[in-house]
């Protein structure tokens, strides 16, 4: 990283105009010194030429005259040093001085803002090229001149005063923040929104194979994260308006009762929410990958998901649909259902391994110990085929009663969803998964809540979409749990009638 570049703006006077006004004086004052000195002494030569051969009593007027010019050009000289002598120690101090507090306030300023980062894991991430960068380029609201170091500097301490058209930009704080800014990675250079920079990073990828379910389940998720956290105090937002744009259009789709398109990108853009608990400092902005499944096809995507070098979880969807031994139990129902239902197409063991193969290639293995990254496993639609029966709900309270140190419905829906796994024939998968990270639990959910159909309009009403999305923040310590009994409030609540849930939750509150 280079912590100096040429900017397009001024230094700052004590670091470069003020030594060279210094220089420019002393050189000149004594040139033009030399210049007028001379003028006195041309003077006495001509006189002494000129009455050279003169009388005595002349000569001797002459030399009187010609030794008061001799001392006027002499005084000349030495009021010129004395002058330049007084100027040069005069400026020489204030230089030094100025120069010395700016360097000190660069200093703390500069180490002030390195700990604060570091302590909070503040870095700029593109979530367009998922590259990092020391800092972004920083547009002159004037003339658009590109700043790639706006930071404390000798351009300046706390503005930089942009060269081209002579316009102060803040290096700091909410002054910065206002500027527009782009990716500082040459092939990039797209726009990056507010969020980026201002808080901890939190980077969660989906994984999971075509038609899996990973986009419906995300929004859906999303929208009652924020509807049940924003509710308990947290300032959640999104930080680039285009994002919320797409979040705001896929939502009035589910509202509408239909399902969300295929992801068209292979290589995700991430979107950025910005969440802040009620008493924090810092925000946490968490960028939430959702590739499309070929991301997953072959291996040769595995080297553009370079993002999986910053990961704080995983996301692992999986649909019971796509598992060989579910798919033939249920052959006739699901080939009834097909269009609806959309099974995924892709092995769920082939997903893991390409899943571990962006790992590994981002970050390396973790050969001795297993990998600590937080891994939630979800089993997506269990609105269809009796599944919410098999590992939903109801069959959590049944565990739950025949067990009594299972104590939280999150656990026996852990288990249920693990001995569903195991009992499909993907016992291979969860001993690997198991074998390869420290954190794993598992999840049974439905995004949509029942079967997508043309002639069905209503809301989808989603069935514990977002407890996975809400175990990966509060394992990455950006939020912590809810009490269970406004978990269970929100969490039934349809779309429309998100607001009475809410008011549910706040009298719950309250009291
Ligand atoms: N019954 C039911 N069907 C679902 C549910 N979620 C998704 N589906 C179906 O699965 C299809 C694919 O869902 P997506 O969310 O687009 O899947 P994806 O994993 O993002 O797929 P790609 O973007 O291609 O990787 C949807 O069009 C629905 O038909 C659900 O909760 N219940
Ligand atoms: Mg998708
Ligand atoms: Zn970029
Ligand atoms: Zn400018």
Not at 186 to 198: F, I, Q, S, T
Not at 308 to 324: E, W
Not at 393 to 421: G, H, K
Request: charged share 20%.
């Amino acid at each position: 990283m280079k912590l100096y570049e040429i900017q397009p703006a001024y230094k700052i006077y004590a670091f470069d105009r003020g030594w060279r006004i210094m220089k420019y004086v002393s050189e000149n004052l004594f040139k033009r010194t030399d210049v007028s000195a001379r003028w006195w002494f041309d003077k006495a030569k001509y006189l002494l030429n000129r009455f050279s051969g003169s009388e005595w009593y002349i000569k001797y007027c002459i030399y009187v005259v010609v030794g008061g010019l001799g001392l006027a050009g002499g005084a000349q000289y030495v009021s010129a040093m004395v002058l330049v002598a007084l100027f040069i120690a005069v400026q020489a101090i204030i230089l030094s001085i100025w120069a010395t507090i700016s360097s000190v306030l660069m200093g703390i300023l500069a180490g002030a803002n390195f700990v604060y980062a570091r302590f909070y894991r503040i870095f700029y991430r593109c979530p367009d090229c998922h590259k990092e960068m020391p800092i972004p380029v920083y547009i002159c609201p004037t003339c658009r001149t590109e700043h790639t170091r706006l930071w404390p500097s000798i351009y300046g301490v706390f503005t930089h005063r942009c060269i081209t058209c002579e316009t102060k930009l803040a290096t700091l704080g909410a002054g910065r923040k206002k500027l527009a800014r782009i990716c500082a990675n040459a092939d990039c250079r797209r726009p990056l929104n507010e969020g980026v920079g201002a808080g901890t990073n939190l980077h969660v990828p989906i994984v999971g194979g075509p038609s899996t379910g990973k986009t419906n389940l995300i929004v859906m998720a999303t929208h009652e994260f924020l509807q049940r956290y924003q509710t308990a105090g947290y300032a959640i937002s999104f930080t680039d308006t285009n994002h919320q744009r797409a979040f705001e259009e896929n939502m009035a789709r589910l509202t509408q009762g239909r399902a969300l398109v295929k992801t068209p990108d292979i290589v995700p853009q991430a979107y950025n929410l910005s969440i802040k608990a009620p008493r924090a400092l810092v925000p946490t902005i968490s960028y939430v990958y959702d590739a499309a499944g070929e991301a997953f096809n072959d291996s040769m995507n595995t080297e553009s998901q370079s993002y999986y070098k910053y990961i704080d979880g995983i996301l692992f969807v999986i649909d019971p649909t796509a598992i060989p031994t579910f798919h033939n139990v249920h052959e006739g129902t699901i080939n009834l259902l097909q269009d609806s239902l959309r099974p995924g197409t892709l092995d769920v063991m082939q997903t893991y391994e390409r899943m571990k193969e962006m790992l590994q290639a981002s970050i390396g293995g973790h050969k001795s110990r297993r990998d600590p990254h937080p891994i939630a496993v979800v089993i997506t639609k269990v609105d269809a085929l009796d599944l919410e029966q098999e590992i939903g709900q109801p069959a959590a309270q049944a565990l739950m009663a025949q067990n009594p140190a299972i104590t939280s419905e999150e656990d026996a829906i852990s288990t249920l969803a693990r001995d569903f796994l195991n009992n499909y024939g993907l016992d291979n998968f969860v001993r690997e998964l198991e074998m390869s990270f420290a954190n794993v639990r598992y999840f049974s959910c439905s995004a949509l809540g029942r079967l997508p159909s043309l002639t069905d309009s209503s809301s989808f009403m989603p069935i514990r979409a977002a407890e996975p999305l809400i175990w990966l923040l509060a394992q990455a310590k950006a939020i912590k749990p809810l009490q269970q009994t406004i978990r269970t409030t929100s969490q039934l609540a349809p779309i429309g009638q998100a607001a009475q849930a809410q008011e549910a939750m706040q009298m719950q509150q309250r009291f």
